[in-house]
């Protein structure tokens, strides 16, 4: 996030307040912005109601969220435009719309911001620098004392040396996700009481952008196709993620037919951190999809469409010529799902076309554990032990399928992202991870303390330290502990091998078994040295390791004691561990210092080094590296664990209190 423009804040006598806001600082660092520029300090108590007057002309939009510890402030509207929700309005109408918060919970040093914000704000909170700086004057009026603020922006929009900061948005601005401004209410000590979007029924439509370039511009039926822009062209993709925008395959066609897988995306755009002023680097298109087995042969007309989420309508499709050959053997379009556990036992569904008589499946070089033939578009077959990322390959009466990796036949073993969970229930996603759903903004009666995926990572549970359990995705009930007595608190929970069943841990050591998972043992009633505050289950669901906050480990049913950190000087707690489903496991202090055992090597640590905030937990899916999860949202990858983002730096309206691999 770069800091705002320098903009000097004017005060009037009388009540009025003149000031120069900066436009297009999203609120994700809203602290650190201010601690660059006073911008202004509204002295207010509780229960003040903020109003604002949208502008002619001005397109407001916000990021959304509020402040843990505050709550977060109530929107409504009125003079035209629909509240779709408490982050969107849309149909907003120039001059006469306005947008009112209740805030309930303001303390002194609150103040009322204006910033630009991009469409990425309106699905999720920021987590790149995405956003336009634009400078305008505003006033801000109390009347008699009653705590009622009114904003009003200047008739004639904003301006700045900036084309693409302009307010209201021109199409250029909107096709460089730069919709419009946002509306905030914040504290100067970082709390966030809430935003809201607003959007105008005048606003421009996105124009979609010139002919896409297609690599290599030949190809047949299941292979590769590496697509990006004209040469020298500025993008006119939207952005509608503040992270990179997945395009699936529904979403690029080849003569009409779905695509039969994609990694293409949109990069957001990009403004530098470390200045005041810069040029915009615009969303950006890359990655490849795979030519579908139902492609006609010749000339074919690629569309590929930016989707859009957001409620704003509007999307923009890129087009391109591809000519298709006739594919020679059997045509491989896709693999269900892509990834999964290194020791192997993954049934993966291949869909192609001409898989008639096929004699042999491969994930590699290595064949499959089993296979089976269910049609010509179709066969199931089960994945060996292995690493790493494979071709998963079929051999024909034809010939033999593509053996490298690409986009349509790429397994990876070990899962390619994780999921974070806050204590409130919010999910964040990265990687491959998919979003299932959260309790993010919904009561909860106690905060969520652990969490697990499915094997195939089509969904998660989240347990709360009543026990409670939440179940997204693929992910089934078995049963909780809500609503029950326990001796102890909730700490942990894990999964059994086939997504049948899962255990929780409490604090105490006791154990509760729902589903296919069974119980082996616990410490429930028994002393201890230190509480509780995790557990890993072996591969084969036998057994389970518990872990204390001194180190100490309690081994059941077919899992091994591998050693332990019960006997050693810690500078801090341990708050974790993690399992590879081998002969191993890995614990974590909330230093971020890292102790492994059995077959689980040492690839770096946080120890010693100065942390934002604690470690809370670790994950990994392979005996070669682990990621270490901050109470903020940092992530920290060590050895062959990839970084696929993280929420440090990012506001949350709770603080993280585990993270599972997805």
């Keep these: 996030m770069k800091p705002p423009a320098s903009n000097p804040v004017a005060c009037q006598s009388g009540g009025a307040v003149l000031l120069t806001l900066t436009m297009g600082e999203s609120m994700r660092r809203i602290a650190e912005i201010m601690s660059f ?11 003040t109601v903020f109003a604002l007057t949208a502008p002619v002309g001005a397109a407001l939009l916000a990021t959304s969220g509020t402040a843990s510890a505050t709550a977060p402030c109530t929107w409504s509207v009125s003079g035209g435009g629909t509240l779709v929700s408490q982050t969107l309005i849309t ?4 001059g006469s719309t306005e947008v009112t918060a209740t805030c309930p919970t303001f303390t002194d040093g609150s103040y009322l911001a204006v910033a630009g914000s991009s ?21 801000l009026d109390f009347l ?82 590496s697509v990006s822009e004209t040469a020298g062209h500025v993008s006119d993709w939207w952005g509608n993620y503040a992270a990179n925008q997945p395009i699936g395959a529904s979403d690029i066609t080849v003569g009409g037919h779905p695509a039969g897988a994609s990694s293409v995306q ?20 890359s990655g490849s999809f795979t030519v579908p087995c139902s492609a006609a042969s010749g000339p074919q007309s690629v569309a590929v469409t930016e989707p859009n989420t957001t409620g704003i309508p509007g999307t923009i499709t890129g087009t391109a010529t591809l000519t298709v050959a006739s594919g020679a053997g059997g045509c491989l379009s896709s693999i269900s799902p892509n990834h999964g556990p290194t020791s192997g036992g993954t049934q993966v569904t291949i869909s192609g076309v001409g898989f008639t008589g096929t004699s042999a499946v491969h994930f590699g070089t290595v064949p499959a554990t089993s296979f089976h033939v269910n049609s010509n578009t179709s066969v199931t077959a089960v994945s060996p032990a292995g690493h790493g990322i494979v071709a998963v390959n079929l051999t024909t009466p034809v010939g033999t399928t593509s053996t490298i990796p690409n986009v349509s036949n790429s397994f990876q073993y070990g899962f390619a992202g994780y999921n974070l969970v806050g204590a409130d ?22 905060k ?66 729902f589903g296919d998972a069974h119980y082996y043992g616990s410490m429930g009633g028994k002393t201890l040295n230190a509480p509780m505050v995790g557990m890993a289950a072996t591969g084969n669901g036998g057994g389970y390791w518990l872990v204390a906050a001194d180190g100490g480990i309690f081994n059941f049913g077919d899992a091994l004691f591998h050693g332990s950190a019960g006997s050693l ?23 971020g210092g890292v102790f492994p055992y059995g077959d689980i090597g040492f690839f770096g640590s946080m120890g010693g080094q100065a942390l934002n905030a604690p470690v809370v937990g670790i994950m990994a899916v392979d005996t070669g590296g682990y990621w270490l999860v901050a109470a903020d949202g940092g992530i920290f990858a060590f050895g062959d664990a990839p970084y696929h983002g993280s929420m440090g730096g990012s506001p949350l309206n709770a603080p993280i209190t585990s993270g599972t691999p997805a």
Aim: one cysteine or more; hydrophobic letters at 40%; charged letters at 10%.
């Design 266 to 285: 949109v990069a957001p755009a990009v403004y530098p951190s470390n200045g005041t002023t810069g040029v915009l680097s615009p969303p950006s298109l």
């Design 569 to 591: 000087l810690l500078n801090k707690p341990i708050v974790g561990m993690a399992s590879v489903n081998t002969g191993g496991y890995v614990l974590v202090a909330s230093d």
């Design 91 to 94: 149909g907003a109408v120039a």
């Design 448 to 513: 969520m303390v652990g969490s697990a995926t499915t094997p195939d990572g089509g969904g998660y549970w989240m347990v709360g330290a009543d026990g409670g359990i939440f179940a997204f995705g693929d992910a089934h009930y078995y049963g909780s502990m809500g609503g029950k007595t326990l001796n102890a608190p909730i700490v942990g929970m894990a999964a059994t091998a086939d997504g049948g069943g899962y255990w929780l841990v409490a604090a105490d050591g006791g154990i509760f078994a």
């Design 37 to 47: 520029r006073a911008v202004i300090r509204l002295l207010v108590a509780l229960g």
């Design 425 to 446: 229930g919010g999910i964040f996603n990265y990687g491959d991870a998919s979003f299932h759903g959260s309790m993010g903004g919904k009561p909860l009666d106690a």
């Design 144 to 225: 008699n004392g009653s705590g009622v603020g009114t904003v009003d922006l200047p008739a004639d929009g904003i301006g700045t040396s900036d084309p693409n900061g302009v307010c209201p948005p021109s199409t250029a601005q909107i096709n460089a996700g730069l919709v419009g401004c946002t509306v905030s209410v914040a504290n100067l000590d970082g709390s966030h009481y809430g935003t809201i979007t607003v959007a105008y029924a005048s606003e421009p439509s996105p124009a979609s952008p010139p002919t896409l370039v297609l690599t290599p511009s030949h190809a047949a039926p299941g292979q590769s196709v």
């Design 119 to 139: 469409l990425a704000a309106i699905v999720s909170p920021p987590t790149t620098d995405n956003e336009e700086s634009l400078v305008g004057v505003g006033t």
